[in-house]
């Protein structure tokens, strides 16, 4: 078992920043692949981005490169998303996940782990 907690969303306007924080305590974190995903109202879930376990790849959707990095501390067991150059359209409730597969996958039924979510609004 992993319980992941999500911090660090809130109101921002465009154009600001956030970084947001997931905190994983259980089984060794060090053990998964992360991502985290994100869920406007009325849409799907939407892979956002992921790391390997050592932080040797990451992956992101199109929409978010060169604004949105993920990284991880394994000694903190603590995985960021730090998010620049917000827009409007990034309006939504972000979840981080866990995945115990070696690569970087951005299905969410691949995931076993999610967290309870932190809402991210960003004002035009």
């Known amino acids: 078992q992993v319980q992941l907690v999500e911090s660090g969303g809130g109101l921002v306007q465009a154009g600001g920043s956030l970084r947001l924080s997931c905190a994983a305590s259980g089984r060794t974190f060090s053990s998964y692949t992360m991502g985290w995903f994100r869920q406007a109202p009325g849409k799907e879930r939407e892979f956002v981005a992921a790391?390997?376990?050592?932080?040797?790849?990451?992956y992101y959707t199109d929409a978010v490169k060169g604004r949105f990095t993920i990284s991880r501390d394994n000694a903190k067991n603590t995985t960021y998303l730090q998010m620049i150059d917000l827009k409007p359209e990034d309006t939504a409730v972000y979840y981080c996940?866990?995945?115990?597969?070696?690569?970087?996958?951005?299905?969410?039924?691949?995931?076993?782990?999610w967290g309870q979510g932190t809402q991210v609004t960003v004002s035009s």
């Open positions: 996940a866990a995945n115990s597969g070696l690569t970087i996958v951005r299905v969410t039924s691949s995931y076993s782990y």
């Open positions: 790391i390997t376990r050592s932080s040797g790849n990451t």
